[in-house]
């Protein structure tokens, strides 16, 4: 006869994937986004509004804005 499963054994399992450590990759390029949008965003503005790509102009905010949010969300999966 087989052994029916208890919402407790169902528990366990859940709480083991949750704790699961990020691949070694995760921080590095979280951390990597975030800065890469803060420089995109720093090269913009100190460039006179000519880099990092010259005629979209205000665009390139929203691509550094973009870049670094991408950075901020994994900070949600980051365990």
């Known amino acids: ?8 054994d ?3 399992s859940r ?5 699961a450590p ?3 990759w ?3 390029v979280m951390v990597g986004l975030m800065l890469l949008g803060l420089v ?3 090269v913009y503005y100190i460039s006179g509004q000519q880099y990092p790509i010259p ?6 905010l929203a691509i550094g804005l973009g870049i670094a949010l991408i950075g901020f969300l994994m ?3 980051w365990r």
């Open 40 to 42: 995109w965003i720093l």
């Open 75 to 77: 900070t949600t999966r």
């Open 26 to 28: 995760f921080k590095p």
């Open 22 to 24: 990020n691949a070694a």
């Open 10 to 12: 169902e528990g366990a």
């Open 55 to 60: 005629g979209i102009t205000a665009w390139n």
């Open 15 to 19: 709480v083991e994937g949750e704790e």
């Open 1 to 8: 006869m087989a052994r029916s499963r208890t919402p407790e």
